[in-house]
């Protein structure tokens, strides 16, 4: 494999903080790389060095003669459409090329049908919302036949069909070994998915780890076993991030190299995430039998139906989850729950001892607080807190969320998106709600403070509603989630690996003109979902994919009990298992993407 890029000792400083310190790198033919690391600790900057968009203090970068670089930031995508917006997303996107030419491409059509469809191409880019704007955008760079792609949070304002299909592309053209990948996600399933290295930045240097986000965090925790690390909070957080990617998808721990029985100690010891049954009475003593109650509720905007008749019971201690593609309705949905928005028909009934904590898609502090400090605004609570059984005080909480005691004489309009967040976050508990609505709370977070969150939540008695594209943090905080399509939340029995057939299942129903999904039932936490009539033979295609898939699982699942039953002496025997794992992982890639094309044609 060929070398791309290099970076050789290079250096980054600001008047009140070093970001890169002698760092020397390279990207190679075939690398997949993501980025992790906490907020402003320098990932944006080093892949701006990387595509020479910056100049560091010290040190030099060098490019293979000849190669072509595709780099989107995430502040790129505003100037693009500002200096765009006279145009239309077909001059975007083609430019002088003719509709044979572009047409005829099969990478233009596989990123245009994935990412832009169904935006009309001949809108003009002045009229796209956020959301529209970064999806042409980032298929402006995919179809280009670039050597090395620099991505920097390219999942954002993707719902999650959009995500699974850039992971699903991006693997596929690095399949062949020619070019490479850097990213910086927040999405932890799309790292796992994607990417075979991991770079952390931390304290000005660039750590590699081989493997995505789950090998990472495995490795990261034997790295500071060894090291007899004793910062105690960290590595409570490193375990139970261990435990619940071992038990929620065990065939993803085989890629690290290092002692397996170290591992499985560490797994057997680590108690559930969250005690549900403890957390539930206390949300019952907090809250009484009635939350939240729709009734044949009906909303519409602009003429469209966004909400259907549609009847929720939400108890005391839920923990749901609700999923959907851009434009559903979730926030909608949220805002009805609420009592923030009346309905058109039906009724919302809302118990009298609920009390609201909602996050929001957008931080907007009130007049009176611009201008303030962190810990001028934070002083006007309660100095203790209950969460769950725990006392926390505000100090704790402000450590726990990520300030440090030089961040609180920070002015919040010198706060970036991602602190911005993270005070939303506490300055939301600090109410002390018993009922917490969470709308795309991953929005600008770092990896390590959405593991902080997660483990945060755990303790948290309360009722729980949350609107995420974040796979992995939905299905690791919620305990049911929901599809909301066509203004109808539908269950997901197997949480978001349902999500793509519900979805097929739903536009089988619309162009037959058949029944659709079976509803969410009143206060149940299971549904079925089904089409009448006969069935199209891709359903039979796509029953025999899940039937390979399920016996797939299950001989992971049996071999990963051997490799967990394996001593120490056995090692050699635990290294073939591994690989016989990592072999039907593999293999169920294969079918999941064949499952995948043929759902969606």
Known sequence: MGHLVGAEKISLAYPTRTLLTDVTIGISDGDAIGVVGRNGHGKSSLMRILARDLEPDNGKVTYRSGLRVGYISQSDVPTMVESKAATTVRDWLFGDRTEYDYASDPLVREVVGGLVEPIPLDISVADLSGGESRRVALAAVLIQDYDLLLLDEPTNHLDIGAIVFLARHLRSRLGSGNGALMVITHDRWFLDEVCTNTWEIHDGMVEPFEGGYAAYVLAKYERDRIASVVETKRMNLARKELAWLRRGAPARTAKPKFRIDAANEIISKEPPIRDSVELRALANRRLGRDVIELRNVSYSYEGLDVIRSESIAVGPGDRVG????????????????????????????????????????????????????????????????????????????????????????????????????????????????????????????????????????????????????????????????????????????????????????????????????????????????????????????????????GRIDEKIAKLNDEISAITYEEYQRAIELGQQVKSLVAEKAVLEDEWLEISLE
């Open 322 to 549: 609700i999923l959907g593609v851009n434009g559903a309705g979730k926030s909608t949905m949220l805002a009805l729950m609420t009592g923030r928005l009346a309905p058109d028909s039906g009724s919302v009934m809302i118990g009298q001892t609920v009390k609201f904590g909602s996050l929001t898609q957008t931080f907007e502090f009130e007049e009176s607080l611009k201008g303030k400090r962190i810990f001028e605004v934070v002083e006007k609570y309660r100095r203790s807190f209950s969460i769950g059984k725990e006392d926390v005080s505000v100090a704790n909480l402000l450590e726990r969320l990520g300030f440090s005691s030089d961040e609180l004489a920070t002015h919040l309009i010198d706060l970036s998106g991602g602190q911005l967040r993270r005070l939303q976050i506490l300055m939301t508990l600090m109410e002390e709600p018993n009922v917490l609505i969470l709308d795309e709370p991953t929005n600008d977070m770092d990896v390590d403070m959405l593991t902080a969150i997660e483990d945060l939540l755990d303790s948290w008695a309360g009722t729980l509603i949350m609107v995420s594209h974040d796979r992995y943090m939905i299905e690791r905080v919620t305990d049911n989630q929901y599809l909301l399509i066509d203004g109808k939340l539908h269950h997901l029995p197997r949480g978001v690996d349902s999500y793509f057939e519900a979805l097929s299942v739903a536009a089988e129903a619309k162009l037959g003109g058949r029944s659709k999904l079976a509803p969410m039932q009143q206060g149940s936490s299971t549904t079925s979902a089904g089409v009448q009539g006969p069935k199209r033979s891709r359903n039979k295609e796509l029953n025999n994919i899940e039937r390979k898939l």
